[in-house]
């Protein structure tokens, strides 16, 4: 079953990858308008995926990236359309020069062929995902999990046949609903047929993809995000960019999940605690920190610091200077999105240049870590490893180079 899957969708890439912006953009737009003809299809497949997740005890902010809504199932239309606007990457030429004998060469954007996708309970993952691949000129695979398998289904099915009435291969946009272990470990070894593979969940699915996978892989994801309290920072700027990045959508990897406090800042740490816990948020704090903050907060261990909570915890560390708050994100962070609040350029600067992570901000929330907020559309993921991509993943990530080379008779 998976393998006749996979052979479909590689079957249905050449097509995909001779289509002009015209064709794509076009199936696109049809594809948007079918998922709002769609909601109500799609919002009766979720409420069955919704009510089974309940059943199985699966916690609310687990349930709140699974449920679709009929808004957010016009902004995923409006992200495919956002992605039809924008330019297309294939057979652009980067670079390109003509030799002292004549001989010509270009380097120009192609197609990777066929993306597989490993996601878990976000079922919007299955139309940005599809978009992508599309405008890109690539078939895609996509396998979601069993918790939003009817609503996958459902939205697949609505793509395809948008796709087809355009004149383009169904199969472009190929679902394995095999949710089993041996359903993912299939794509892990359909080398041949896919030819890159991005898991898109928690840290035990993408270190399982990564380390099992003989296809090649991009990690994406785990997002282990700091905040630093330097110093100099205004009290209520932090305050501000800390509620948002923990409590605005505590589910997503863009989240904080560790605040660092500078010895010098903690000052400002109980009112930001109160107004966390206000937010419903249990704070984990280290010795020095839970000395200020009292009964706010309970001890943290070790593994806290390590954690990525997806819900509505964070870890407090003290640190004595900005170097030490680097050295912290260094060894507890994930690579995906750190910031510092700070008055001070020096430290804004020494924050930005030393800190290693995909996205770095300066007295901002690292909530705007996401494709459409760096404009780019929707995203494939956002890859917190540094080949081939790194960042919010958009179109040009999912293409490679090929060299095109025009002589007239040259010999070497």
């Known amino acids: 079953m998976s393998q006749a899957v996979f052979a479909a969708a590689k079957a249905a890439a050449p097509a995909l990858a001779r289509a002009g912006r015209g064709v794509k953009d076009s199936a696109l737009f049809r594809i948007a308008d079918a998922l709002v003809a769609g909601t109500e299809r ?3 497949a979720n409420e069955k995926d919704v009510a089974a997740a309940r059943e199985k005890g699966v916690r609310e902010t687990m349930i709140d990236r699974l449920r679709l809504t009929p808004e957010r199932i016009a ?3 409006a992200g495919v359309r956002e992605v039809a606007a924008l330019p297309d990457p294939v057979g652009v030429v980067d670079k390109g020069f003509v030799r002292g004998d004549g001989l ?9 062929g066929v993306v597989g996708i490993i996601y878990e309970a976000r079922p919007n ?3 940005d995902a599809a978009a992508l691949c599309l405008k890109s000129g690539n078939a895609c695979v996509l396998r979601g999990g069993r918790e939003a398998l009817a609503s996958n289904v459902a939205i697949a099915e609505i793509m395809r046949s948008a796709v087809e009435e355009v004149g383009l291969p169904a199969d472009c946009i190929c679902l394995l609903a095999d949710t089993t272990r041996a359903g993912a470990e299939a794509m892990m070894h359909a080398r041949g047929f896919i030819d890159v593979l991005i898991p898109r969940g928690g840290a035990g699915l993408i270190r399982s993809v ?3 996978s003989t296809v090649p892989v991009i990690e994406t994801g785990v997002g282990n995000c700091h905040i630093y309290v330097e110093k100099t920072a205004s009290a209520e700027m932090a305050k501000s960019i800390i509620i948002n990045a923990k409590t605005s959508r505590p589910s997503v990897c863009n989240a904080a999940e560790s605040l660092i406090f500078d010895r010098e800042a903690l000052r400002m740490l109980p ?10 948020v249990e704070l984990r704090a280290d010795p020095e920190s839970l000395a200020v903050l009292g009964n706010r907060a309970i001890a943290a261990g070790e593994e806290d610091f390590a954690t990525e909570f997806l819900g509505l915890t964070i870890s407090v560390k003290t640190v004595s200077g900005i170097d030490e708050a680097i050295g912290h994100i260094a060894k ?8 510092i609040v700070t008055s001070d350029y020096a430290a804004s600067e020494k924050f930005l240049n030393e800190v290693d992570a995909a996205a770095v901000y300066v007295n901002a929330s690292t909530r705007f870590t996401d494709g459409n907020e760096f404009g780019l559309g929707a995203e494939i993921g956002i890859s917190t490893q540094k080949l ?13 180079m090929k060299y095109t080379v025009r002589g007239n008779g040259q010999i070497r």
Request: hydrophobic share 40%.
């Open 42 to 44: 799609i919002i009766s």
């Open 75 to 77: 902004s995923i239309a």
């Open 104 to 112: 010509s060469i270009q380097r120009k954007r192609v197609p990777l």
């Open 125 to 127: 993952v299955t139309a």
């Open 210 to 212: 990564a380390e099992s």
């Open 271 to 280: 009112e930001i605690a109160d107004a966390l816990i206000e937010k419903g």
């Open 332 to 339: 507890y962070g994930t690579g995906h999105s750190e910031a």
């Open 388 to 400: 081939h991509a790194r960042g919010p993943m958009g179109l040009e990530a999912l293409t490679s």
